[in-house]
């Protein structure tokens, strides 16, 4: 139940063209879903994340898309660049107290963009 | 923004010796630091969660004695590799909470020979 189920393994775009990322999650007590970007040899640092409370929230040219109902959430990047390329993970975790607990991350999607 | 600061990047060590890895909260106090680890191409995978001046919690399959965790100050934590092994290379990463989310290392490329 503390699984996160992240789609697809790895993703290649054109410059300019629309990267999505899908993630599914089973545990309904996760109330915090962030969106992590990793480059080799770094660690994860965030893109974007939301709280179930609304069903999208937009920052630039990342997109996140909640649907709670159905337990899934996903990533989009507009106007996909070279840059962009690199390893993204979704997560989840739930509150305890007035902190945060530990993050269940998703497998992760490779993502290249071709100039 | 918050910053967790990790150290060293990259070590290789000797089979057998002990390595250690420090992690610190720069601008924020952390209650609780997240250890994890990352095999290449492969997701993170937290080890244990460590709690100002008490002792780590370890997720199931993490041996206690091989990875020692110290979080003594709010604002340090280190992770010790004990008598380490060519199967203990990999890629360590800490992160803390702070109001506006996780803030994550910068990783520690462990490698033993």
């Known amino acids: 139940q503390q699984q996160v189920k992240q789609s697809p393994q790895s993703l290649i775009v054109q410059k300019g063209g629309i990267s999505i990322i899908n993630c599914a999650y089973e545990?309904?007590?996760?109330?915090?879903f962030p969106w992590y970007q990793q480059f080799p040899g770094k660690g994860p640092a965030l893109l974007i994340a939301?709280?179930?409370?609304?069903s999208e929230k937009k920052e630039g040219r990342f997109t996140i898309s909640f649907n709670k109902s159905a337990k899934q959430f996903s990533l989009h990047i507009m106007d996909s660049q070279p840059g962009d390329s690199a390893t993204y993970f979704c997560?989840?975790?739930?509150?305890?107290?007035?902190?945060?607990?530990?993050?269940?991350f998703g497998q992760g999607t490779i993502l290249t963009v071709h100039p | 923004g918050a910053v967790v600061s990790q150290h060293p990047s990259r070590v290789i060590c000797k089979s057998g010796t002990s390595v250690k890895i420090e992690c610190r909260s720069l601008?924020?106090?952390?209650?609780?630091m997240f250890w994890y680890r990352q095999f290449p191409k492969q997701s993170l995978m937290l080890m244990a969660t460590?709690?100002?001046?008490?002792?780590?919690?370890?997720e199931q399959g993490v041996e206690k004695d091989k990875f020692l965790i110290n979080h003594a100050s709010l604002t340090l934590s280190t992770l010790t590799v004990t008598s380490a092994h060519p199967e203990d290379s990999s890629f360590y990463i800490c992160?803390?909470?702070?109001?506006?989310?996780?803030?994550f290392g910068s990783g520690t490329r462990l490698t033993v020979v």
């Open positions: 997560a989840a975790s739930k509150a305890g107290g007035t902190s945060y607990g530990k993050l269940t």
């Open positions: 545990n309904t007590a996760f109330d915090y």
């Open positions: 460590s709690n100002e001046g008490s002792k780590a919690t370890y």
């Open positions: 939301i709280r179930p409370d609304v």
């Open positions: 601008d924020f106090q952390a209650t609780t």
């Open positions: 992160s803390a909470w702070d109001r506006g989310g996780y803030t």
